[in-house]
């Protein structure tokens, strides 16, 4: 193998051309896919280059300090005129590196809050916590889906210049109506619709790489309940899409403490004093003592997950919050 890779490198080089080298583990958004969209495609009705780096500005903003502090280094590899239709993590050294492409971004189903969310995921492979990949450094595909929502949106759109990132058209009664059942704030409320929305908005991707005829909802939750947690595979479209609804109402403070080992640690379970917002069956499997509530007195725990300075919310508010 070491004499097939040296040989391919030599090729390369005699070619004119820079070899090139990827880490054994490269995490992915979705499934590997054959869909291109390049620069200038009748297809590329996405986002455009200049919003496709306002938002990775921000999540560089952002996790880029939050990383540091662990005495790492986020890498953000903005490749842009990349045709391919995903995203993908992977780790080297101390450098904990997301690669964004272009193709992605510029499909029909992806705005500016979508894409956001993709970012989110990538970074919650690295920063998500337990469960993790089988024998792996990554974050699981449901987790990564999670900790996007649960805590990364949260994050990015409690950000003053988010604000004027693009949305899904439209909102969702439901998504709408547990969001205001959820959190004190109309702060918070916006942020967790949002988070929502995005779901949605990458869940139509989901559907058209899969081929899919059914329209993923949040109407209609995946009933599926698994036996055993998914650690390795990608969780099915609409199992996905209500990880990313449970995400966002999940009322843990954005500041608690995930454990690399330990799934319960800083999550939404019961057993923490949550009511809602915990990882969809069908994808986890909680263990026995997640079920159970928490030995106190008095109501379940639903703390605000952040607070936001309200003048700026107001102007988003007063306007179409979901304005593409």
């Not at 450098?95 to 971004?105: K, Q, T």
């Not at 899969?210 to 199992?239: G, L, R």
């Amino acid at each position: 193998m070491k004499h097939l890779l040296l040989s391919a490198i030599s090729a390369a080089l005699l070619c004119g051309a820079a070899p090139t080298v990827r880490a054994a583990s490269t995490e992915g958004f979705v499934p590997p896919n054959d869909l291109k969209i390049p620069v200038g495609s009748s297809l590329a009705r996405g986002i455009q280059e200049s919003q496709f780096n306002t938002v990775l500005d921000v999540v560089q903003k952002i996790y880029g300090p939050e990383i540091a502090a662990r005495g790492k280094e986020l890498v953000i590899n903005r490749l842009w005129t990349d045709a391919t239709v995903n995203a993908s993590a992977q780790q080297s050294g101390n450098r904990y590196i997301i690669n964004m492409y272009g193709g992605l971004a510029r499909h029909t189903a992806i705005t500016m809050d979508g894409f956001a969310l993709v970012a989110c995921h990538e970074l919650g492979h690295h920063l998500g916590g337990a469960p993790k990949k089988s024998g792996r450094w990554a974050s699981s595909e449901g987790q990564s889906d999670y900790y996007a929502n649960f805590k990364c949106l949260k994050k990015i759109f409690s950000e003053t210049s988010s604000f004027a990132f693009t949305r899904t058209t439209g909102g969702d009664e439901l998504a709408e109506k547990n969001c205001e059942q959820t959190y004190f704030t109309p702060e918070d409320r916006v942020v967790c619709v949002r988070g929502a929305m995005a779901g949605k908005s990458v869940a139509n991707l989901f559907k058209v790489l899969s081929n899919a005829t059914v329209e993923p909802s949040f109407d209609t939750p995946d009933p599926k309940v698994v036996p055993q947690t998914n650690f390795d595979n990608y969780p099915p479209t609409q199992c996905r899409m209500d990880t990313y609804l449970h995400g966002s109402l999940c009322a843990q403070p954005v500041g608690s403490v995930l454990s690399e080992t330990d799934a319960v640690p800083g999550t939404c379970t019961r057993s923490n004093g949550f009511s809602i917002g915990f990882r969809p069956l069908c994808w986890y499997k909680p263990g026995a003592a997640e079920l159970l509530p928490p030995v106190i007195n008095g109501p379940a725990f639903q703390a605000p997950v952040f607070s936001v300075p309200g003048a700026a919310f107001s102007e988003l508010l007063e306007g179409d919050p979901w304005a593409r």
